[in-house]
């Protein structure tokens, strides 16, 4: 053979078997036959009881779109995702079978309705009385509104409405339980079509520190296609005789509400999108223009024009009137919130907000009601009509604080506080209750106390609560809560001191039960869809790292396995920040509760022999200001306890251990490989590894990369992609929209392992955001992550 020939050779094979790995798989590969049965398995439906207690629906949401739906054309601007032709986003959650049952008797009758064929069903709401219930249905060139009646189960369509949700998504308002107001496809002629022009941007010396964002706006023809689509027209709908008339002006609603109580004078709260336009931010950061307007539409106040949200400072507010609440009681005010500190949470005042009010006609000038020394997180008014609960949050000790606010301009009094990342002492969170005009308010007892859902997290695992809080002492007391052994999950509070409840154990699935005076009465009967889960030991197990700080996995074995037996292993983990080392060992989860699992759940590799540990706890201990300064030394030590204590138990092979994790688990799996030789294996889906990407702070980190240029650098695995000498797996959605998670993060990585003669796989899924939502995907996935870690642990069965 010729010498050049000789030398071609290896350079042909090289490139022959590239080719061949370029091509593979050829199309979508299945998981082993045990998982795809659990991927398929039937879930659980959703219930939902209606605001008059009166009725139980119980929705069946299809678990998984096909690529097909995923594939269906679609628009991409100022950060929104939805289909030209119906103006729905993408994916929807397809409502694929629906059921009402009454609740005045445990054996009453199961209903289901019947919903005509073509079209895919979405977004069930409740009216506000019961008495009726509206779906959408998304059909090609058109959003359709469906109204049912609840006593006979018939459905009609509102004939001639094309519901238009790609700037408000499903945004509606009820003014009673007759009234709806929706958003329809304003008058409109054809779309704009392309025209080439230079696409300008311009800074002018003003610091604008802007997190990445996918989906911008990036013409002059992106503009005004997004304003085309955007525009829509307020119509009030008739729910009982199907009647519609339109309410003032096309216009950008980015939102409506009613305010005011039935019965008396009520009014419209809109806020509509306007010009200029940003190609760095989202939609929702566009200028907004806040008003409030009559029934019929007309303006009668405008109560501020929001200023685009560009050059605020990272942690920031806009100054002036920001986060606008609706009065649902018969005052018909209308309260927002307005920064004491120019916006900027860094500086040093004696408070940070205070929130405002402005009564009806909305001709003076509103007066102060409370001011806060932290910055605004929350206001919910109570359903008497004369309180709230005020929630503030100061980032600096990450803590929480709830005052009850008399609405009448009286001193508010602290009610409860919290670390936010408390656990143990959690108060819960109100139990809600719904008005005859559709607002959402917190449910009162005769003798004015509040009603507290909560986890009900314990050292020895979560046992759900209901309490009663009073309100004049902040004492409460349990109405309900769950035992250890058995999971029961407070739903809503029935006339007659009935409760409803979702209930669960190891062995038995989720099914709705009514408990009262005479027991549980079982609703539905589901049975255990995914029994070879069943057959998968599940244990949990804490441990203490080198600090001292409390840390937990849950160990998950395979069906086969046998005692002795050191298997391949998974390590599966996200890290979260702690500023309290206490808080750091507070565990989640629970044994009591029947194992299910999403889709793209890690756990599911158990079931093809590898031993999984799953929510391995992975705290970052610190002052918040500055806590990523040590995160590799910390995911160290947390990953090194991990490995111990998995050794210790005789189940892991302490040479055959993979880590891997999605998101921000990605990001610490990849920077454990790059800095540690703990591992053999990653697999990193969705992550962000080059951390000059994000240069406007990542996660909980609030520095700029000009602030903190080394942790920046330091956390940014790709710049240390030599040292990786394990192999690694990527896989990213190709259409990830999440900030900072760009496609080109796997991208970028991939390229620089492979060029430095690193063993990776890089797997781009087609269509796919941040989360994959396809049954191929996930199938796929699956099979991905099995075989990475068998070809490169070994095979898990002896």
Do not use: C
């Amino acid at each position: 053979m010729p010498r050049r020939t000789l030398w071609l050779a290896p350079l042909l094979l090289s490139l022959a078997l590239g080719a061949a790995q370029a091509q593979e798989p050829a199309g979508y590969l299945q998981p082993s036959t045990a998982i795809r049965q659990v991927l398929d398995a039937p879930v659980p439906p959703r219930p939902w009881v209606s605001p008059d207690q009166q009725t139980l629906a119980l929705m069946d949401i299809r678990p998984y779109p096909g690529i097909d739906e995923l594939a269906r054309p679609v628009l991409r601007l100022a950060g929104l995702r939805f289909e030209p032709g119906s103006g729905t986003p993408q994916p929807l959650q397809v409502l694929q079978r629906l059921r009402l049952r009454a609740l005045n008797s445990s054996d009453a009758p199961e209903r289901t309705i019947e919903l005509p064929a073509g079209g895919a069903f979405h977004s069930f709401a409740w009216a506000p009385d019961g008495q009726r219930f509206v779906l959408e249905r998304r059909m090609e060139q058109a959003n359709e509104l469906w109204v049912g009646d609840t006593a006979s189960g018939r459905l009609r369509a509102i004939a001639g409405l094309r519901l238009n949700n790609a700037l408000g998504q499903g945004e509606q308002a009820w003014l009673n339980p007759q009234e709806l107001l929706v958003l329809s496809v304003a008058r409109r002629g054809p779309p704009p079509k392309p025209t080439p022009r230079p696409a300008v941007q311009e800074a002018s010396g003003r610091a604008s520190p802007e997190r990445n964002y996918a989906d911008l706006l990036q013409s002059p023809y992106d503009e005004s296609l997004f304003e085309y689509h955007a525009r829509s027209q307020m119509v009030l709908v008739n729910v009982a005789t199907g009647a519609v008339r339109e309410v003032g002006e096309p216009q950008l609603y980015a939102s409506i509400s009613s305010v005011g109580a039935p019965g008396t004078p009520q009014y419209l709260l809109t806020e509509r999108v306007a010009r200029p336009f940003s190609y760095d931010l989202t939609w929702d950061d566009f200028p907004t223009v806040v008003e409030v307007r009559s029934r019929e539409g007309r303006v009668l106040k405008e109560l501020t024009r929001m200023p685009m949200r560009k050059g605020v400072a990272i942690d920031g507010v806009l100054i002036g009137p920001r986060v606008f609440y609706p009065s649902p009681s018969k005052d018909a005010a209308v309260y927002w919130i307005e920064a004491l500190d120019g916006g900027n949470s860094n500086a040093r005042v004696p408070f940070r907000d205070r929130l405002m009010r402005l009564d009806p006609p909305f001709t003076g000038e509103a007066r102060e009601v409370q001011r806060m020394p932290h910055r605004f997180t929350q206001l919910r008014f109570l359903d008497d009509g004369q309180q709230a609960l005020l929630t503030e949050t100061d980032r600096n000790r990450a803590w929480v604080r709830t005052y009850l606010l008399p609405l009448n301009g009286t001193q508010s009094k602290p009610l409860f506080e919290y670390a936010q990342r408390e656990r143990y002492r959690h108060p819960g969170v109100p139990l809600m209750r719904i008005l005859t005009n559709g607002h959402s308010v917190i449910r009162t007892s005769p003798q004015g106390d509040i009603y507290m859902l909560g986890a009900g997290f314990k050292p020895k695992g979560e046992q759900p609560f209901l309490d009663r809080l009073s309100l004049r002492d902040g004492l409460s007391a349990h109405v309900f809560q769950s035992s250890e052994t058995v999971y029961e999950q407070p739903l809503a509070l029935l006339e007659g001191n009935r409760l409803l409840l979702s209930r669960e154990s190891p062995s038995e699935p989720p099914n709705i039960f009514l408990r009262d005076s005479a027991g549980l009465h079982a609703l539905t009967q589901m049975r255990d869809p995914t029994p070879s889960l069943r057959r998968i030991h599940r244990e949990f197990v804490s441990f203490k790292r080198a600090d001292g700080v409390e840390m937990s996995f849950w160990l998950n074995l395979p069906p086969d396995y046998k005692e002795g037996e050191r298997r391949p292993t998974l390590v599966w983990s996200y890290p979260l920040e702690f500023n309290d080392p206490t808080l750091a060992g507070q565990i989640s989860g629970a044994t009591s509760r029947f194992a299910r699992y999403s889709g793209l759940a890690p756990q599911l590799l158990a079931l093809d022999g590898f031993v999984v540990l799953s929510d391995a706890t992975m705290p970052v201990v610190g002052d918040i200001r500055s806590i990523n300064d040590g995160f590799i030394e910390q995911i160290t030590m947390n990953a090194r306890a991990i490995l111990d204590k998995a050794e210790s138990l005789g189940v892991t092979d302490p040479k055959k251990v993979a880590i891997g994790g999605h998101s921000y688990g990605a990001f610490m799996a990849v920077n454990l490989l790059a800095h540690t030789d703990l591992f053999k294996a990653g697999i990193a889906r969705s992550g962000a590894y080059n951390r000059t990407l994000t240069p406007f702070g990542f996660q909980s980190e609030r520095r700029s990369l000009w602030d903190s240029r080394e942790t920046y650098l330091r956390l940014s695995p790709l710049l240390y992609a030599q040292q990786i000498k394990e192999p690694l797996l990527l896989v990213h959605g190709d259409a990830d929209n999440n900030s900072g998670t760009t496609p080109l993060q796997s991208e970028r990585l991939y390229h620089a392992l492979a060029g430095l003669g690193g063993t990776v796989r890089f797997v781009s899924l087609p269509y796919e955001a941040h989360g994959y939502a396809a049954r191929e995907s996930v199938g796929h996935t699956q099979w991905e992550m099995s075989h990475w870690l068998r070809q490169h642990l070994g095979e898990p069965r002896p």
